[in-house]
C-alpha cells in the first residue's frame, strides 16, 4: 500500500512539473492506485480550497507563477560556488520556487545581497526550479557602447561607430573579453567617470567582423540615431516601480483571459476573453473582453519614464533583437501580462450582434490575471483538432468561444470591406551566431486574424467613447489615396486588361475588387504592390479625417501601450475621461499633442526605416553565399541606372545596373518609367516576369547585384542586348524567333501605362 503524499510534497511536484499536473501524473508519481485515489482526490480538493492550488479542467497548477522578468535577491554562494536567489515578486502561498542564477563570461560579479533583475527560464532541476539569466544589477545603469574595438599594448581602445560618439573609451587588458584588433565589441561603462583621461569600459560582447550577420542589426540601430541606452532617472524610475494592487481597480481576475502571441514574444500586452451572450435581446451574439497592461499607472506624464517613452515613441524590431520603448522591468514585468501574474490593465467588454456589428461597450480599469500565454500555432492547432496538454485545457471554455466571436466579426468585416492586400510577411530565422539559416513567408492563422479583429474593434471603442466624451486625444489618420497616384493605379490596371472605374467616390471596396480580378493572375503581385504604393501613409494627428484603409469613421490605437506612445496617450486621455485618477492626460499635454503627434509619426518612420536596413543588409548576407545562382522575380521598380528586380525566393530586392543589360544606350522615360533600348526597342517595364543571375552580394550595404537573363521567359543572348546598330534576336520558348524592336511596338503602349505606376525602387 503506497503512501499518501503530503500536501507539502504534492506542491512541490507540481511546482517541479508543470507539464505533469493531472490527477493521474500525481497518483503515477505517488505510486497510488485503486481507492487510494479518493484520498488523494481529497488532498487535492483542500490544496484547492485553501487557495494553493487551481483546477483547470483535470490539471492542477501553481495559482501564481514568477513573471519571465523578476527582481531577485541574490543569497550567499553554496559550498560548490552556485548563485541561488530570493525572487521578491513572488504572490503564491505555496513553496517559495527556487532560482539558480547562471552568469555569462562577461557579467559583472555578483555577490549576497545584490537585487538584479533577471529574465527566468522553467527548469525541472532536482534542487531548482528557475534558472535566471542577469539583465542588469538593480541600481546601476552602465553606458553601453558600440564600437571597433583596437588592441594596444595594455589593453586596448574602443572607438564608438556612432557619429555622435567621437570619444574614445580605454579597455583595461584584464576587461578586453579576449578581443581582437578590428572586431566589433559591445561595452559597458566600468566604474565611475573620471575627470581626466578616456572613461574606462569592460567588453561584454565580441561582434567579430563589423559586416558580419550579427552586426547588421546594431549598425543600424546606431546608424538611424534610435536611442537604446535608458538614463539613469528612467531605470531608477522604474527600478522603484512596484505591482499594483486592486485598490480603486474593478477585480476581473475570474475571467479567463488569456495571451495569444508569437512563440518567442517576451512582452504580453493585450489578452481577450469571449463568451455567448446570455441576453435574450441579442440572440446569437457575444460579449468580447480585451484586456490591455495598464501602462499609464507606472509612466506618469512629465516623468522621466515618460520623456523617454515619448522621445522613443514606439519600439524598434530586428530579427536579433528589440529595442524597447520601456525598461525591462516595466516592458517584460511589471506591464507584461504574464500567466498566472495579477497585473493592472484598462479592460473594454463589447457586444456584437450574431452579424458582428458592435452594439455597446464600455471601459474599465481593472486588475486581471491571464490563465495562460499561449501562441497563435498551438491555439490553430488546437481549433484543427491537434489539441495538446497545454491547450486542452482551454479548449472548450476559452478557444472555441474565441473563435465563435471572430466567426461573427469576420461577417462584418467583409460586409465593410477594408482593404485586402495579399502581401505576404517576411520572416528571417536566424542561428545564435546571428547567421540567416532561412528566409520564408509567415503563414497567416485565423489566430492571428482573430487577435487582429479584436484589437481593431477596441481601438474603435476607444476612439468613439473619447469622441462621445469631447476628450482630446491622438487618432491614427489614413486618408484616401492622392488623385495622381490613383491615375497611376487606373493605368497600370488597364494594361494588365483589368478595370478601376474613375468617376465615383472612392471606397476599398473598388480596390478589392480590382485586386480580386487580378487574384490568380500573372499580374496579382503587380495590381497588389501598385495598390499599396497608391495609399497615402498612416499617420497621428488630433483630429479626426478617419481611417480609409480599414474603412473605419473612428480610430484610434489603444491595444500595445507597451510598444507605442500613441497608444499611452489613448490610455492617458479615457482615464481622464472617466475621473479614474491624477495619471491621465495633463493640460500640458493637450497643449503639445499636434507636436507629440508630428514626433511619434517620424519615429514610427524612423523605425520601419532601420528596421527595412537590417532585413536588406541580412538578405544579402544570406544570398552571399550563393552569387552565381539564378533566380526567378518580377520587376518592381525602373530607374535610370538600372531596374529593381524582386526575387520570389526570399523577396529581396535587387539592382540590374542599365549597363549590363546590353551595349546598346537605353532611354529612361521618367514619365511612363520604362527603359527602351535604342537600337533593338527592347522594353523593359514594371511587372515583367524575369530570370536572373546573381553577380554580387554586399552584406555591408545590404546591396544584391543581377544580371538579366530572361524577360517574359524568353532568354536574351549572352552580353545582353546585343551589338550596337544590329537587331538583335532573342528566342521564345517555343522556339521561334521573335525580332525584339518587333515585339517591343506591339506591348508599347500596354507597357507605357502599365509602369507609370513607379518612379523608383519600392519604398
Given amino acids: 500500500m503506497a503512501r499518501i503524499p503530503t500536501k507539502a510534497e504534492i506542491l512541490d511536484w507540481i511546482s517541479a512539473h508543470p507539464t505533469q499536473t493531472a490527477k493521474r501524473d500525481i497518483a503515477k508519481a505517488f505510486g497510488i492506485k485503486g481507492a487510494e485515489r479518493i484520498d488523494l482526490k481529497r488532498i487535492l480538493k483542500e490544496l484547492e480550497a485553501e487557495g494553493h492550488l487551481e483546477k483547470r479542467k483535470k490539471t492542477y497548477a501553481d495559482p501564481d507563477r514568477l513573471p519571465p522578468v523578476s527582481v531577485l ?3 550567499a554562494p553554496n559550498e560548490d560556488g552556485d548563485l541561488f ?45 528557475y534558472e535566471a539569466r542577469l539583465i542588469r544589477r538593480i541600481g546601476t545603469n552602465p553606458k553601453r557602447i558600440l564600437g571597433i574595438y583596437r588592441a594596444g599594448s595594455e589593453g586596448g581602445r574602443v572607438v564608438p561607430i556612432d557619429k555622435a560618439g567621437a570619444t574614445e573609451w580605454m579597455v583595461p587588458e584584464a576587461n578586453t573579453h579576449g578581443a581582437k584588433d578590428g572586431e566589433l565589441v559591445e561595452a559597458e ?37 534610435i ?29 479567463p483571459f488569456v495571451t495569444i502571441d508569437p512563440a518567442d514574444a517576451r512582452d504580453h500586452d493585450d489578452a481577450c476573453f469571449a463568451h455567448a451572450d446570455d441576453d ?25 519614464l515618460d520623456r523617454e517613452a515619448r522621445k522613443r515613441g514606439n519600439s524598434s524590431y530586428f530579427p536579433d533583437r528589440v529595442v524597447p520603448m520601456l525598461p525591462d522591468r516595466l516592458s517584460g514585468d511589471l506591464c507584461s501580462l504574464h500567466e498566472g501574474v495579477p497585473r493592472p490593465c484598462l479592460a473594454v467588454r463589447m457586444q456584437i450582434d450574431e452579424a ?12 486581471m490575471k491571464s490563465q495562460a500565454s499561449l501562441h497563435y500555432s498551438e491555439v490553430q492547432a488546437a481549433m484543427d483538432g491537434q489539441v495538446t496538454e497545454r491547450t486542452a485545457p482551454f479548449l472548450t471554455e476559452v478557444i472555441q468561444p474565441l473563435y465563435a466571436a471572430y466567426a461573427a466579426l469576420k461577417a462584418a468585416r467583409a460586409e465593410r470591406q477594408p482593404l485586402e492586400l495579399d502581401l505576404p510577411e517576411r520572416k528571417i530565422t536566424l542561428d545564435d551566431s546571428g547567421k540567416v539559416t532561412s528566409v520564408n513567408f509567415r503563414d497567416r492563422l485565423d489566430a492571428h486574424k482573430l487577435i487582429e479583429e479584436f484589437m481593431v474593434l477596441a481601438n474603435v471603442a476607444a476612439a468613439e467613447t473619447l469622441i462621445q466624451k469631447r476628450q482630446p486625444l491622438l487618432f491614427r489618420v489614413h486618408e484616401e489615396p492622392a488623385v495622381d497616384k490613383l491615375d497611376n493605379l487606373r493605368e497600370t490596371a488597364r494594361a494588365a486588361g483589368l478595370n478601376l472605374a474613375k468617376g465615383q467616390v472612392l471606397q476599398t471596396r473598388h480596390l478589392n475588387a480590382l485586386l480580386n480580378a487580378a487574384a490568380g493572375t500573372d499580374d496579382a503581385e503587380l495590381i497588389n504592390i501598385s495598390t499599396l504604393r497608391s495609399m497615402q501613409q498612416a499617420y497621428y494627428f488630433p483630429e479626426n479625417f478617419g481611417h480609409f ?15 507605442r506612445y500613441a497608444d499611452l496617450i489613448v490610455h492617458r486621455a479615457l482615464i481622464t475621461a472617466h475621473g479614474w485618477g491624477k495619471d491621465g492626460l495633463s493640460p500640458e499635454e493637450i497643449e503639445r499633442l499636434e507636436e507629440t503627434a508630428t514626433h511619434i509619426s517620424a519615429t514610427e518612420r524612423r523605425s520601419m526605416l532601420a528596421e527595412r536596413d537590417t532585413t536588406d543588409r541580412y538578405l544579402a548576407s544570406y544570398l552571399a553565399e550563393r552569387v552565381g545562382n539564378e533566380f526567378t522575380g518580377r520587376i518592381s521598380g525602373i530607374a535610370r541606372f538600372g531596374a529593381f528586380v524582386k526575387l520570389d525566393e526570399t523577396g529581396a530586392d535587387g539592382l540590374v545596373p542599365v ?44 546591396g544584391l547585384e543581377l544580371e538579366l537573363l530572361a524577360l517574359e521567359d524568353a532568354e536574351l543572348p549572352s552580353g545582353g542586348a546585343g551589338a550596337p546598330g544590329k537587331g538583335g534576336r532573342r528566342r521564345s520558348p517555343a522556339g521561334r524567333t521573335v525580332t525584339r524592336r518587333k515585339a517591343a511596338k506591339s506591348k508599347h503602349k500596354a507597357a507605357k501605362v502599365k509602369s507609370k505606376a513607379t518612379r523608383n525602387r519600392p519604398k
Avoid at 287 to 299: F, H, S
Avoid at 660 to 679: C, N, Q, V, W
Fill in 85 to 129: 536567489a530570493q525572487p521578491l515578486e513572488w504572490h503564491g502561498e505555496g513553496v517559495e520556487p527556487i532560482v539558480l542564477v547562471i552568469p555569462r563570461a562577461s557579467d559583472p560579479a555578483l555577490g549576497e545581497g545584490d537585487c538584479i533583475l533577471a529574465r527566468l527560464t522553467v527548469v525541472h532541476e532536482a534542487d531548482h526550479n
Fill in 280 to 304: 435574450p435581446k441579442n440572440p446569437g451574439g457575444h460579449i468580447i473582453w480585451v484586456a490591455i497592461a495598464d501602462v499609464a499607472a507606472y509612466v506618469t506624464p512629465g516623468s522621466a
Fill in 356 to 367: 458582428g456589428n458592435k452594439l455597446s461597450h464600455r471601459f474599465v480599469r481593472g486588475l
Fill in 659 to 702: 549597363r549590363s543589360i546590353g551595349r546598346e544606350y537605353f532611354h529612361f522615360d521618367p514619365k511612363a518609367g520604362t527603359l527602351m533600348g535604342s537600337d533593338t526597342g527592347l522594353m523593359i517595364a514594371i511587372g515583367q516576369r524575369v530570370t536572373v543571375r546573381l553577380t554580387q552580394a554586399a552584406p555591408v550595404t545590404g
Fill in 189 to 225: 561603462q566600468a566604474g565611475p567617470k573620471a575627470r581626466m583621461g578616456l572613461p574606462k569600459a569592460r567588453i561584454v560582447e565580441r561582434l567579430g567582423d563589423p559586416s558580419a550577420p550579427k552586426a547588421v542589426s546594431l549598425i543600424a540601430i546606431h546608424y538611424h540615431g
Fill in 73 to 75: 535577491l541574490v543569497k
Fill in 227 to 255: 536611442p537604446d541606452h535608458f538614463p539613469d532617472k528612467v531605470i531608477a524610475e522604474a527600478d522603484a516601480a512596484k505591482p499594483m494592487g486592486l485598490s480603486g481597480r474593478e477585480d476581473l481576475r475570474d475571467l
Fill in 549 to 563: 484603409g480599414l474603412a473605419l469613421r473612428n480610430y484610434a490605437h489603444f491595444t500595445s501601450p507597451i510598444r
